[in-house]
């Protein structure tokens, strides 16, 4: 897909079929999060890929039952690994850098989730202990995103959009 037309593709994805997504696709995913950009290239982060279906269930009890969590062929745990960032940049790198560079890499593996024809959307809304052990993460990795994946099983409506020069300034 044409990158503009992925832009326009993308959309929060919540329903999925119950279907398991071939490992060459996932590949493809995992290298797309890795080709993210990073602070000083340190990839402060790091991906859980949760494809067991008693780790996925636990994984949506510690989501508050969301059930897009719970229908996911897989889930993508992406955690902030603020060690990795904070040995170059210090406190800034601990508290700041390695939270961007998750979030970041998970953009990229939900963009790239729609590149391969395949739906995801980014959770944030979770118990990070919980998710802390079901994936049996250290206590130096924080969980900061879920992305559950999967063939879309709906059409998500359109959202809308604050008018760019509502958002944008030209100082
Ligand atoms: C940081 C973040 C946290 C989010 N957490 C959740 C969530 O917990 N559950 C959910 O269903 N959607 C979640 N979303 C998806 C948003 O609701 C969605 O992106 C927004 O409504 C815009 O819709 P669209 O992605 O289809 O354009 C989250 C998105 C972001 C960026």
Same mark, same amino acid.
Request: charged share 25%; aromatic share 8%.
């Given at each position: 897909?044409?990158?503009?037309?992925?832009?326009?593709?993308?959309?929060?994805?919540?329903?999925?079929?119950?279907?398991?997504?071939?490992?060459? %696709?996932? &590949?493809?995913?995992?290298?797309?999060?890795?080709?993210?950009?990073?602070?000083?290239? #340190?990839?402060?982060?790091?991906?859980?890929?949760?494809?067991?279906?008693?780790?996925?269930?636990?994984?949506?009890?510690?989501?508050?039952?969301?059930?897009?969590?719970?229908?996911?062929?897989?889930?993508?745990?992406?955690?902030?690994?603020?060690?990795?960032?904070?040995?170059?940049?210090?406190?800034?790198? %601990?508290?700041?850098?390695?939270?961007?560079?998750? &979030?970041?890499?998970?953009?990229?593996?939900?963009?790239?989730?729609?590149?391969?024809?395949?739906?995801?959307?980014?959770?944030?809304?979770?118990?990070?202990?919980?998710?802390?052990?079901?994936?049996?993460?250290?206590?130096?990795?924080?969980? #900061?995103?879920?992305?559950?994946?999967?063939?879309?099983?709906?059409?998500?409506?359109?959202?809308?959009?604050?008018?760019?020069?509502?958002?944008?300034?030209?100082?």
């Amino acid at each position: 897909m044409e990158f503009f037309d992925v832009i326009q593709a993308r959309k929060s994805v919540r329903r999925f079929k119950n279907q398991k997504i071939a490992s060459d %696709l996932i &590949t493809r995913l995992l290298e797309a999060v890795r080709s993210a950009p990073t602070a000083g290239n #340190l990839q402060a982060y790091h991906v859980y890929l949760v494809e067991k279906p008693e780790m996925i269930r636990a994984l949506a009890g510690a989501a508050y039952d969301q059930e897009c969590v719970a229908q996911a062929a897989a889930v993508l745990v992406f955690c902030a690994d603020g060690e990795r960032s904070r040995i170059k940049y210090k406190e800034r790198g %601990l508290t700041l850098y390695c939270l961007q560079d998750t &979030t970041i890499a998970a953009t990229f593996g939900h963009l790239a989730a729609t590149a391969l024809g395949l739906g995801s959307v980014l959770v944030g809304a979770f118990k990070e202990n919980e998710v802390s052990l079901v994936i049996d993460a250290p206590p130096s990795q924080r969980p #900061l995103l879920l992305l559950p994946v999967g063939y879309s099983d709906e059409i998500p409506a359109a959202t809308g959009r604050r008018a760019l020069d509502e958002l944008v300034t030209r100082p």
